[in-house]
């Protein structure tokens, strides 16, 4: 009961919508992860990324899986010619890494991630499938993602209910 308390409060002002619009389309949580993102305008970047690295298969399997999402403006923010060198064939490794460090295994909600940081003096860390953690912390009334390089990004749209897991979009792309 505590604890749901606590994690209720601590989401406040980020809780879920029944089909929440991102990128202009509707998030249907029957569709897969792959399914849903081909949709949102705002990830065309991440979207022909998962297909350059060969992913398309793993994230619309069974999972679950959640993705931090990053928009295409945190794809615009990275360096000049960052994305492009990325999506280059030679570099399919590099992205894959890239890309699985915005992965984390199982469902993970809003909702979890202020749970955890509640028992665990204000953060919530989850290792990702590519090998590294991600650190989350309440800062006003939203969730920062931080890695242990200085990479800091803020969760803009959050619990966006997958068939095989959550997507949550994210404003920066985190570079392990």
């Known amino acids: 009961m505590l604890a749901t308390a606590l994690a209720a409060g601590a989401t406040a002002g980020i809780a879920a919508t029944t089909n929440p619009m991102v990128g202009g389309a509707a998030m249907y949580p029957t569709n897969n992860i792959v399914e849903n993102a081909v949709n949102s305008k705002d990830h065309t970047t991440l979207v022909a990324a998962v297909k350059a690295a060969g992913l398309v298969d793993t994230l619309s399997g069974p999972g679950p899986f959640t993705v931090f999402a990053p928009t295409n ?5 990275l360096p000049a010619g960052t994305v492009d060198t990325l999506l280059k ?5 590099q992205l894959t890494a890239v890309l699985t460090y915005h992965v984390v295994p199982g469902r993970i ?7 955890k940081a509640a028992q665990n003096m204000g953060k919530a860390t989850y290792a990702t499938v590519q090998g590294e953690t991600l650190t989350f912390t309440k800062s006003g009334k939203g969730w920062w993602v931080a890695d242990d390089k ?4 803020r969760i803009t749209i959050p619990n966006v209910m997958q068939s ?7 404003d920066t792309v985190m570079i392990p």
């Open 73 to 77: 403006e945190a794809f615009a923010k």
């Open 89 to 93: 064939p030679e570099n399919k490794a």
């Open 164 to 170: 095989n897991g959550v997507i949550h979009v994210i």
């Open 109 to 115: 909600t809003a909702a979890d991630i202020a749970a």
């Open 150 to 153: 200085g990479h800091k990004g």
